[in-house]
């Protein structure tokens, strides 16, 4: 049965790169089974209804600006999967959740950042997944466990966000130390995942320390992605940080697996 991961996506700078973040996710790369196909939900697809990419090849969004040149000459062409997504159309059916193809878009930085570290050929399927932070948590947990009956069949869903991620926030110039309030944040959050503690997780917003400023209101985007990989693990219910390391003060770097 293959897992499912919540993967950190950080700076687009982690695509040209090389530390021991990048490092890490190379390493996991070669290190998991192979999977048949790849369904990533991205912080940087937002949508009021779920979105399910159905593309034959898809193009590199460049969803940034104001970085290295040689960000914008990297090209992930990743192609796209229709059985599955048929697959997908039918398990969203199944459950109620409410959906809608998309055959245009491509892949975005939040996914083709962390699939070409993971899988830098490009040679895997992927199926593109929008996220929507207006759902509460148990909606978006819900939606991936729609989605739990794919993994028995070698597909890894990934959702790709930060557990700590206020653009605001984060120190530019930065000089290895981490901020105490994003520690105590990720250090909860830790707990409750290992116990999965779904009922205080999904009342994070009250619950969490420094959740305020550690997921603020304006980027719960980047945040939201973990329920839905955690629901794609829901017959399991195991969870276990894998990574966790820190950029600029306090864009955490963790990599969380489910199953």
């Given at each position: 049965m293959m897992p499912s991961l919540f993967v950190a996506h950080g700076a687009p700078l982690l695509a040209i790169e090389n530390n021991e973040y990048t490092k890490f996710l190379t390493q996991l790369g070669q290190n998991m089974p192979r999977p048949k196909a790849v369904i990533l939900f991205s912080a940087h697809w937002?949508?009021?209804?779920?979105?399910?990419?159905?593309?034959?090849?898809?193009?590199?969004?460049?969803?940034?600006?104001?970085?290295?040149?040689?960000?914008?000459?990297?090209?992930?062409?990743?192609?796209?999967?229709?059985?599955?997504?048929?697959?997908?159309?039918?398990?969203?059916?199944?459950?109620?959740?409410?959906?809608?193809?998309?055959?245009?878009?491509?892949?975005?930085?939040?996914?083709?950042?962390?699939?070409?570290?993971?899988?830098?050929?490009?040679?895997?399927p992927v199926i593109s997944m929008s996220v929507n932070s207006r759902l509460t948590p148990d909606e978006q947990y819900k939606i991936g466990k729609a989605l739990s009956a794919l993994?028995?069949?070698?597909?890894?869903?990934?959702?790709?966000?930060?557990?700590?991620?206020?653009?605001?926030?984060?120190?530019?110039?930065?000089?290895?130390?981490?901020?105490?309030?994003?520690?105590?944040?990720?250090?909860?959050?830790?707990?409750?995942?290992q116990n999965w503690d779904l009922p205080s997780l999904f009342n994070y917003v009250s619950l969490a320390p420094n959740a305020e400023i550690a997921v603020p209101p304006y980027g719960s985007e980047h945040f939201i992605p973990i329920f839905y990989a955690m629901g794609a693990a829901d017959d399991s219910q195991k969870a276990t940080l894998l990574h966790r390391s820190f950029r600029y003060g306090n864009l955490s770097h963790s990599v969380w697996q489910f199953g």
């Amino acid at each position: 049965m293959m897992p499912s991961l919540f993967v950190a996506h950080g700076a687009p700078l982690l695509a040209i790169e090389n530390n021991e973040y990048t490092k890490f996710l190379t390493q996991l790369g070669q290190n998991m089974p192979r999977p048949k196909a790849v369904i990533l939900f991205s912080a940087h697809w937002e949508s009021n209804v779920q979105k399910v990419s159905d593309v034959e090849q898809y193009n590199t969004i460049y969803d940034f600006g104001g970085f290295d040149e040689a960000l914008y000459k990297i090209q992930y062409p990743a192609h796209g999967d229709q059985q599955i997504a048929k697959e997908i159309e039918g398990l969203f059916t199944e459950s109620g959740v409410s959906f809608e193809f998309d055959t245009q878009r491509g892949l975005d930085h939040g996914a083709w950042v962390v699939l070409r570290l993971l899988y830098p050929n490009a040679d895997i399927p992927v199926i593109s997944m929008s996220v929507n932070s207006r759902l509460t948590p148990d909606e978006q947990y819900k939606i991936g466990k729609a989605l739990s009956a794919l993994r028995a069949q070698n597909i890894l869903v990934i959702a790709s966000g930060g557990t700590v991620h206020n653009l605001r926030a984060v120190k530019w110039n930065d000089n290895g130390q981490v901020d105490q309030w994003a520690l105590e944040f990720e250090d909860w959050l830790a707990h409750h995942l290992q116990n999965w503690d779904l009922p205080s997780l999904f009342n994070y917003v009250s619950l969490a320390p420094n959740a305020e400023i550690a997921v603020p209101p304006y980027g719960s985007e980047h945040f939201i992605p973990i329920f839905y990989a955690m629901g794609a693990a829901d017959d399991s219910q195991k969870a276990t940080l894998l990574h966790r390391s820190f950029r600029y003060g306090n864009l955490s770097h963790s990599v969380w697996q489910f199953g």
